[in-house]
């Protein structure tokens, strides 16, 4: 049988961010993996719309002429994933057309409801989903029987939905990169962060402790899983060996979720590995400033010799941090902040402007606060615009005021965003009711916590290259500093 799976290109609509490309999509890659490890009658392409067009992937489609054709979707891609589904329904009818991603688990009904090129939508892990389609595609099984399913029933109108399972990590197989050609991707490695440089991603942990997620968080809902230390551990061994990379991105949630986790797995790589401790690799994490607090913690973050970590503050405003359900306030995030670059790590702050309770004096506290951060040492930051995510409360917000949009797959996120500040979760009095307004304000908002950063010589949005050597714009790469 024959899989191809594809993260589908970013659509016109929409720009790739910084990171796109820099390595191979996680979720092809796991699910890839874990097939391959149960069935030695399967043939894989993995296909990067990050790297190849629609047209080309098309071609592949064409000749590789799969069984199964799985897109990983977001609402970037979304549409040119629809484009990719008509197109196989169009040159052959017997392949299946499935999605999956925390998009399509969350837009489920609407995808199925308006797309008829789309023969299932896998919610949830994929894992289990893709378990159970190579054996319905095979006749082993009917496909009521399959877990974290979704399809549309035209008899009934309905969409069916199959038992959820969440994958047991301790079951996890390691992604198996050969299943990929690496060197495209280290080759724009290369020419975006400087020579020499070598990153490859994985993942430790699925879920967050965050309960409930917060309000514009675009996961499905799952629970905390961890993968067994030891075997991860020796997991990210081998390859930093083997492919002698220089970075480790654990693309975790919070990698920092679990103390005990976090103790063993540094204990484990000590055992096999030493390119951390001799400086030879780094790492680089997301985690939550509120498990940044307690000092073991941070010795082990130094002894995985921690590049850097990429800390969520999405706000310099304790009310809208509650608003958002974030859990943290900013007493929390300068400890958190002190701690980590008194350890001599970096940091990559992310941001969030135009989150529920928006205004103007929030604004003047996020750049503030900004400023807080830069006198500490900070000098990598990301403000991000808000983005209306399906299933998430914001997303229903938008719905339960507007329900003339709620049946559709597609809709642009400028829409959702202009739709949610007209609900109440806004007051725009400020900016004389006028949405455009308020937008402009963000984009100030945004601009001075940015040139913030830059005016202290440091960089914005993007992957960041340690101390000084930040990316401004663009493609380009900072000269001042550089010394390749
Ligand atoms: C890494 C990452 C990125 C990287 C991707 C780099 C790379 N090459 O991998 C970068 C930084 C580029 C990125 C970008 C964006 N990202 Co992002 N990203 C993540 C992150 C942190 C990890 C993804 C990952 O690797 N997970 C591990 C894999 C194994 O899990 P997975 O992807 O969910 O896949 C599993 C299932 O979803 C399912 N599945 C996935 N695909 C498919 C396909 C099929 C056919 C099937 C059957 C199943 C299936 O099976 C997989 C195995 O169980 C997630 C958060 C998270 N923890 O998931 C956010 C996340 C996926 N990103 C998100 C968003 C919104 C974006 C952006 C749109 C943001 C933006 N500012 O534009 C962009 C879109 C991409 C673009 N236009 O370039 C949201 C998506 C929410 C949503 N509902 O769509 C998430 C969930 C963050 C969040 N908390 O809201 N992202
Ligand atoms: S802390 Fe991050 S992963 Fe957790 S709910 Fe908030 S945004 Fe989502």
Known sequence: MKILLCYPPVSEEYNPIRDSGLAPHLSTLCIASHLESLHDDLDFLLLDGHHLSLEEICGKIRTFSPDILGCSV????????????????????????????????????????????????????????????????KGKLPREKGRNLAWYDPDTRRVIHTRKELMDLEEM???????????????????????????MQFTSQRGCANKPLCVFCGRYTDGIRFRDPEVYAKEIAYWTEKYDLTEVWDRSDSFIQSRRWLMDFC?????????????????????????????????????LNFRMVF????????RILKNIGKHSNLEVYLKATENVFSAGLDIDASFIVGLPGENRQSMDNHVAFARQLVEMGLDKIRVNRLLVLPGTPLYRKVM?????????????QDLLQHKLFLTDLYDLNEFGGDVEAFKEAQRACADAMTGTVLAHGGGAEGYGYGKGRNILRGKQLQSRNRED
């Open 311 to 318: 800390i969520g503050y999405e706000a310099g405003d304790d």
């Open 400 to 412: 339960e005021t507007f329900p003339e949009l709620n049946d559709r797959d597609i809709i642009p």
């Open 173 to 199: 197989r390691g992604v198996d990169y050969p299943l990929i050609d690496m060197e495209p991707y280290f080759a724009m490695q290369e020419k975006v962060l400087g020579k020499g440089f070598r990153m």
């Open 267 to 303: 204990h484990a790589m000590e055992k096999h590995t030493h390119r951390f401790r001799e400086g030879r690799t780094t790492f680089k994490t997301y985690a939550r400033a509120d498990q940044l607090l307690k000092e073991d913690v941070i010795d082990c973050l130094k002894g």
């Open 74 to 137: 977001d609402f970037t891609n979304y549409n040119n994933a629809v484009r990719l589904c008509e197109y196989s329904r169009k040159i052959s009818p017997e392949i299946w057309n499935v999605l999956g991603s925390n998009h399509a688990t969350n837009m489920a009904d609407r995808i199925l409801r308006n797309r008829r090129c789309i023969d299932f939508v896998s919610t949830f892990d994929g894992e289990p989903s893709w378990e159970d389609l190579v054996l319905i595609r």
